[in-house]
């Protein structure tokens, strides 16, 4: 039985390393740290069908915001290939801000968002992946981009 918690507590330490990642063109606040499941440093491959969890810390809120909605761009030689989050994830209030809105400008959050099935298409492809937080009217929350590839399994 001890095992078998200590297997379940460790999981998570071991496969949400941090990634390098980027700002986007549009300046928005970006993490301290980010982690994705299943990818470390510049490694990143994404399984389509599989289950993505991704985490940032510390943004610091640079205005007030009492909606934040999330997008999730995936982009290959600039081009848009259409994945868009689920349903019930795109209102980032709900859940994947760590403790709910309002975003208060100078106070920091976290953010985490689980995807259970990622529906990307299922070439082995290098990829961008753009993720957008955007509030009130569309002001810029936090954004971060960093690269990955499509991988099969
Ligand atoms: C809020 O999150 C819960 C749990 O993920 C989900 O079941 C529900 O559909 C979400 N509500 C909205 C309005 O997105
Ligand atoms: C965000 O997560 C970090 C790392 O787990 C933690 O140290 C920090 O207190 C959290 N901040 C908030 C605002 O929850
Ligand atoms: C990200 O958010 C910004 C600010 O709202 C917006 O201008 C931009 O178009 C978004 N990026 C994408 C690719 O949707």
Known sequence: MLKFFLLVTLIPAIYMADINFRRCPNNAPVPQTLS????AG???????GK????????II???NSKTATTRIIARTLGIDLGYRVPRELVNACNGSIVGGCPIVAGRSFNYSVYIDRLEVPAFNIPIEVEVNLTGDGGVPLACARFNARIGSK
């Open 51 to 58: 289950s993505l969890h991704s985490v940032g810390t510390d």
């Open 42 to 48: 510049n490694k990143c491959i994404l399984i389509p």
């Open 36 to 39: 994705v499941e299943g990818c």
């Open 61 to 63: 809120g640079r205005i």
